[in-house]
């Protein structure tokens, strides 16, 4: 258009949506977009429903219905120790991504600049960008993942206003360690630094293992906005309910952008989250169900040629293709979805620079059947 400037000039259609369409094209088992191909709990929907014929289908308060912001409470101080003031330190969102914007929003200006840890979920950059700030961009290297604290820290300077992390991290499937968590803290401490902490995985953790949220960490949660999921967690990722969590000071501030973006959320489906939330078992509907489905697709995975790097989280799984082909990430996902008919996620989407590992991502969110069935097609792969 004549006369307009684009805030994001380099910014399209985002590698989910086109490879969602690609498989929707060709017909394709569809394990690269992060969602389950089964549904949300029957008990949930029924009561969803049985607060919609109660009639509370009006705006709900701008933070969130009380009941659910009590039952977060509750949550957080079961699994992470911490007692909050409720009505002052959590905000129900319109999902996690819209909690990440206005985080972002809340406390980016123009100038700032923002530490991000790649490979990075999509939606970081781009939020940084449209609100004037500039991305400073770590790389995590494969396979290991690991962050080494010296060069992390050369990235910092008084230009630094936030960090963004994100455990258990999509798309690698690893965990913060409580030591990366105590270095981190160090580092808050010393500069004057927020942490936007993306944490929607939570209740995913495998083998045993404990996800170490900033909430346990006070001198982070001090300067910390940590960000949750609802879809991700009850198997509904179509509802787009999360939450924020701060403290007073900042969650005053957030609520300034919140108001004036979506306002509320949902009533309904809040109100049944609520009283969802007072009868789940978390270990078992989330992450001993999605531990069996890691088991099952890596077993099943054994018999191909792809080779899994370790998944110690989320619902995704990195596999090397480097036995298989020589192609980019890109053109093999394509040819993989077109002549395999399983669709997947080239890891190289997540880099601002595009850098090729032979890495693709796959999503084991599925049914069992799903799975067995992707795998039958990937033993008979002959993409060169």
Known sequence: MIGFRSKLPEVGTTIFTIMSALANRHNAINLSQGFPDFDCPTRLKELVKNYMDRGLNQYAPMAGVPELISQIGKKIQLFYGRSLDSDQEITVTAGATQA???VISTLIHEGDEAIILEPAYDSYIPAVQVNGGIPRLYRLKPPAFKIEWDSFKSLI???TKLIIINTPHNPIGRI???SDMLTLEQIVRDHNIYVLSDEVYEHMTYDES?????????GIYEKGFAVF???KTF???GWKIGYCVARPELTGEFRKIHQFNVFSVNTPIQYAL???MDEVNYKRTVTDYYQKKRDFFKLQMEETRFLPLDCQGTYFCLFDYSQVSNLNDMDFVQRLTIEQKVAAIP??????DHRQDCLIRFCFAKKESTLETAVTRLKSLKIK
């Open 347 to 352: 890891l190289s989407v997540f880099y601002s």
């Open 274 to 276: 609520a009283e969802f």
């Open 229 to 231: 999921s609802f879809g």
């Open 157 to 159: 300077n008084e230009k």
């Open 176 to 178: 913060w360690k409580a």
């Open 210 to 218: 404990v996800h170490e949220s900033i909430l346990k960490y006070p």
């Open 100 to 102: 990440l914007f206005t």
């Open 235 to 237: 198997h509904n990722t």
